[in-house]
């Protein structure tokens, strides 16, 4: 079954950068579209990226479009989340998940994701 977990989370200023990892084992991600999702205090989930199997499909939120970039590398079981120009509106907790589900990012939502890690935090302040 496939694990999921995040790592490089932490307290960045605004305007800094943040590299977020997601490590899977038990599973090849060849398998699965990937997406990152967070949750800020008080807010419900908002989905900030979304990568296909190999790539050949990309969406960003509308929030983020322009300052994150999202990757992968099957070959490493990894994905990533390169944020930069981070705003204090980016606090919140970032979840990597994957589907098998989907293999377009087109309207992905959460529910289309079966495997989820426990988050990192980011927190933006000055």
């Known amino acids: 079954q496939l694990q999921l977990v995040e790592s490089g989370g932490g307290l960045v200023q605004p305007g800094g950068s943040l590299t977020l990892s997601c490590t899977a084992s038990g599973s090849v991600l060849d398998y699965y579209t990937i997406a990152w999702f967070r949750q800020a205090p008080g807010k419900g989930r908002e989905g900030v990226s979304c990568?296909?199997?190999?790539?050949?499909?990309?969406k960003y939120g509308a929030s983020v479009q322009g300052r994150f970039t999202v990757s992968r590398d099957n070959y490493k079981n990894a994905a990533w989340l390169q944020m930069n120009s981070l705003k204090l509106e980016d606090t919140a907790i970032y979840y990597c998940a994957a589907s098998s589900k989907i293999n377009r990012c087109e309207g992905y939502e959460g529910t289309d994701f079966a495997s989820w890690g426990l988050g990192t935090q980011v927190t933006v302040s000055s």
């Open positions: 990568i296909t199997q190999y790539g050949g499909s990309v």
